[in-house]
């Protein structure tokens, strides 16, 4: 079973095995958490996206998929990408968004990650909205029925988004 954890802070400055980008599907950063990670992880990670742009991703990597690179500077093994949807109110894509936590632990599986950083995908410039969120990122990794990650730690940038997922958290687990 895994084990998840709240943290405010930068996820950039986690130390485990795995830290999940919220990658836009370019894989060659952009801003918010993508770009952070990317400024952050320095040449290296960016060679490998391309590299991963230049054969199997050519087109960019869909939403709702995930895939590895190295972690270049951070204080990581591996950082894993995936492209969260866009919030639409006129198309229910909460089975995207929830693929983007299943798809971020069965990479971390293949990559023998135990422990794994996410961010609240989809939350900044994709307006996905806070509380449906993290509704559907809790209960995705919590429901995950195979995965060896010991600690899923949910890693939210301000106090706002940290209350939320604490709230929603303690809910979840009071409704079994």
Not at 11 to 38: C, P
Not at 46 to 73: I, K, Q, S
Not at 89 to 99: H, M
Request: contains cysteine.
């Amino acid at each position: 079973m895994t084990n998840i954890t709240l943290s405010m802070g930068d996820i950039t400055d986690q130390t485990v095995d795995a830290v999940v980008n919220a990658a836009n599907s370019s894989l060659l950063g952009g801003g918010g958490v993508d770009g952070a990670i990317h400024r952050r992880g320095g040449p290296e990670l960016l060679r490998e996206c391309r590299e991963l742009r230049a054969g199997h991703y050519g087109n960019g990597l869909p939403a709702g998929r995930a895939v590895a690179t190295t972690a270049g500077l951070l204080p990581a093994r591996w950082v894993i990408h995936t492209v969260g949807p866009v919030w639409s109110d006129g198309e229910d894509r909460s089975g995207t968004l929830a693929s983007c936590y299943r798809e971020s632990l069965r990479v971390a599986d293949e990559l023998g990650a135990r422990t794994v950083a996410f961010p609240a995908v989809s939350t900044g410039v994709y307006r996905w909205p806070l509380e449906d969120a993290a509704r559907i990122a809790l209960t995705a990794v919590r429901d995950a029925e195979t995965t060896a990650v010991t600690e899923a730690r949910f890693v939210l940038f301000d106090q706002d988004a940290y209350d939320v997922f604490a709230r929603t958290w303690e809910a979840l687990r009071k409704d079994g």
